[in-house]
């Protein structure tokens, strides 16, 4: 040994630093990956294992195979079901994208009061379901609802009954559904809009273009993300409808606003549970929303 490395003594062992600043990237990262795989990936590796199985927590798992998938195309509530979810879909994207886009054009413009009314378009999204579904159903009511009773007094005899009927049950939740989140959506197309540049509107009003050719040619072309963005975050919840559906007509009257996965809470929770039947529909539903969103990513790309 020479004489300089016996002054500096034994060569201490150790992580490199990269190897350290990797151990510390992923300790930031474990408690997140740990919750996502304990609540969310294991779950639906499990879920996926039971649907191939018939069992109801209790007796002994029995793997069945593709029994569940068979029963379910031929069972008339899950078609009814499936339908209802598509209805759903359906109507309440285009509806939701073209409301939350004009009070976002109307807020985005210069108008006395626009930082209350935003405060005010945004609040049924964050107010409780419960008290914003109750007020929805006195608004509503077929009896002394004030909505029917302005109806009335406009001179309609046969009145609606929303949510009590069931050929307007659907349509009253999907307006409800509209008009809860739309304030959220809208958020998102004011930040969309506030980063277009004021000089392409002036370009465009030079050339001639009125009010509609410049939102035709400029606006949308220029916040073509955000739609795109909104569209799946729509597009997702609307197939994942619950909530709305519980509190305005619990899947009622009858079957009418029945959708999946209410028809997946009442096969596990309701009545003698059937966990690998549900979680058979919860695989239906996860591939018809896999599909619609790379449908919808493959034709952003296409078109970007």
């Not at 002054?7 to 190897?19: E, H, I, V, Y």
């Not at 000089?199 to 939102?215: C, I, M, P, R, V």
């Not at 009418?256 to 009442?266: D, F």
Request: net charge positive; glycine share 6%.
């Amino acid at each position: 040994m020479s004489k300089a490395a016996a002054a500096q003594g034994p060569r201490k062992k150790g992580l490199s630093k990269s190897a350290r600043e990797t151990l510390i990237a992923y300790s930031f990262i474990a408690p997140n990956f740990i919750g996502f795989a304990v609540f969310t990936l294991v779950p639906v590796v499990w879920a996926f294992v039971l649907a191939f199985t018939k069992w109801d927590g209790v007796n002994a798992m029995e793997f069945v195979w593709f029994d569940n998938f068979i029963r379910m195309f031929k069972e008339k509530e899950f078609l009814e079901a499936l339908w209802h979810t598509v209805v759903y879909v359906v109507c309440n994207v285009p509806l939701t994208l073209v409301f939350s886009l004009a009070l976002a054009l109307l807020l985005n413009s210069k108008i006395r009061g626009r930082n209350f009314f935003r405060t005010v378009s945004f609040f049924p999204y964050v107010a409780s379901l419960v008290a914003v579904a109750a007020v929805w159903n006195f608004l509503f009511s077929p009896a002394f609802g004030p909505v029917n009773q302005i109806l009335s007094s406009l001179g309609v005899q046969n009145l609606p009954k929303w949510a009590a009927g069931k050929d307007t049950a659907m349509l009253t939740v999907i307006l409800f559904s509209v008009w809860k989140n739309m304030g959220y959506y809208m958020v998102i197309f004011l930040a969309g809009l506030q980063g277009v540049n004021p000089e392409l509107y002036e370009a465009a009003s030079l050339d001639g273009a009125n009010k509609w050719q410049q939102f035709v040619n400029v606006t949308l072309p220029q916040i073509s993300p955000t739609t795109f963005f909104v569209t799946i975050m729509v597009m997702i919840s609307s197939f994942k409808v619950y909530n709305e559906v519980y509190m305005i007509t619990q899947g009622g009257p009858g079957t009418s606003t029945l959708v999946l996965v209410y028809k997946i809470y009442n096969e596990a929770f309701v009545g003698p549970p059937e966990y690998g039947y549900a979680c058979a529909i919860s695989m239906v539903l996860f591939a018809m929303v896999l599909i619609v969103t790379l449908i919808q990513f493959r034709g952003e790309k296409k078109y970007s």
